[in-house]
């Protein structure tokens, strides 16, 4: 069974950085695509920024300039360093692993979330 586990997120002041990991484990034969998406209180799950495993990076406007997503294709990990962070930044953040070939076919995927909040 394939999972998704991330860490990284806590509490950090306006202006810090943080860097947030998730790591697909389980017998996997390739991944599409990673990315990241949050959701607010009272609002509705947005894309982040996401990564294929060829490289291709997409953000959201949001974020441009802020965050940078990477990836290790050989562990099956995404990472997502964000800086300048603002308190409209704080969310939960949802890791997801599209289009991910394992021995229980083909799938998408999601973590549980890590919440990040950014406050004075």
């Known amino acids: 069974q394939v999972q998704l586990v991330e860490s990284g997120g806590g509490l950090v002041q306006p202006g810090g950085s943080l860097r947030l990991s998730c790591a697909a484990s389980?017998?996997?034969?390739?991944?599409?695509?990673m990315g990241w998406y949050r959701q607010a209180p009272g609002k509705q799950r947005e894309l982040v920024a996401t990564?294929?495993?060829?490289?291709?990076?997409n953000y959201a406007d949001s974020v441009k300039g802020r965050f940078t997503i990477s990836a290790d294709n050989a562990k099956n990990t995404v990472y997502l360093q964000m800086n300048s962070l603002k308190p409209e930044d704080t969310a939960v953040y949802y890791c997801?692993?599209?289009?991910?070939?394992?021995?229980?076919?083909?799938?998408?995927?999601w973590g549980q979330g890590t919440q990040v909040t950014v406050s004075s």
């Open positions: 990564i294929t495993s060829g490289g291709s990076r």
């Open positions: 997801n692993a599209d289009q991910v070939l394992s021995v229980k076919g083909n799938g998408d995927y």
């Open positions: 389980g017998i996997i034969f390739s991944i599409y695509a």
